[in-house]
T-cell receptor, first 112, second 117 residues
Framework: DVVMTQSPLSLPVTLGQPASISCRSS???????????LNWFQQRPGQSPRRLIY???SWDSGVPDRFSGSGSGSDFTLKISRVEAEDVGVYYC?????????FGQGTKLEIK | EVLLVESGGGLVQPGGSLRLSCAAT????????MYWVRQSPGKGLEWLAN????????QYVDSVKGRCTVSRDNAKRSLFLQLSSLRDEDTAVYYC????WGPGSLWGQGTLVTVSS
């Protein structure tokens, strides 16, 4: 199975400051169809996961543009340009290139 | 409203079985691959199974292969997960999910399964 490794696992951030989460996969996530199926999810306390970004850098509907995804191959990043209070939660990267799909361990974002 | 609503969770004894359901509303269910994902404190988020739009293709993760069956009824806009020989480690919140590869991602609210004697 593809192992997804996130860092950091804990991310204390001051309101209004930027934040960045790294995600590395144990093998390339480039699919045979040429796409890279790397997603980012947010899970707020007590809620189901919500996808923010798909195919590395495409926004899901309703996602604020302060969230952005980048990367290629096996190295990816989620950035939040200015953290707001509603961004508190756990963030997961997830690959959907190789079955079984797999998630990273999660990064807990909290406000300092 | 576009929704996925899971049901069928509860307390189950080790070795028992359960059938989870997921009702879809507000979209053309038969247009989408569907998935089951579970979340437990011990193992985090785990993709369990997927099923193609017409039910002709299914895949399972190794941890449930042989004791899990995913199915769907497009006429009733419903997704199902049958899980047998339940173990402590199957205790989790089970989610049904739409759209993994492209736009339109949707998760249900989840249904809690507790395996305990």
């Amino acid at each position: 199975d593809v192992v997804m490794t996130q860092s950091p696992l804990s991310l204390p951030v001051t309101l209004g400051q930027p934040a960045s989460i790294s995600c590395r996969s144990s093998q390339s996530l480039v699919h045979s169809d040429g796409n890279t199926y790397l997603n980012w999810f947010q899970q707020r306390p007590g809620q189901s996961p919500r996808r923010l970004i798909y195919k590395v850098s495409s926004w899901d509907s309703g996602v604020p543009d302060r969230f952005s995804g980048s990367g290629s191959g096996s190295d990816f990043t989620l950035k939040i340009s200015r953290v707001e209070a509603e961004d508190v939660g756990v963030y997961y990267c997830m690959q959907a290139t190789h079955w079984p799909y797999t998630f990273g361990q999660g990064t807990k974002l909290e406000i300092k | 409203e576009v929704l996925l609503v899971e049901s069928g969770g509860g307390l189950v004894q080790p070795g028992g079985s359960l059938r989870l359901s997921c009702a879809a509303t507000g979209f053309t269910f038969s247009d989408f691959w569907m998935y089951w994902v579970r979340q437990s404190p011990g193992k985090g988020l785990e993709w369990l199974a997927n099923i193609k739009e017409d039910g002709s293709k299914k895949q399972y993760v190794d941890s449930v292969k042989g004791r899990c069956t995913v199915s769907r009824d497009n006429a009733k806009r419903s997704l199902f997960l049958q899980l047998s020989s339940l173990r402590d480690e199957d205790t989790a919140v089970y989610y049904c999910v739409r759209a993994v590869w492209g736009p339109g991602s949707l998760w249900g609210q989840g249904t809690l399964v507790t395996v305990s004697s």
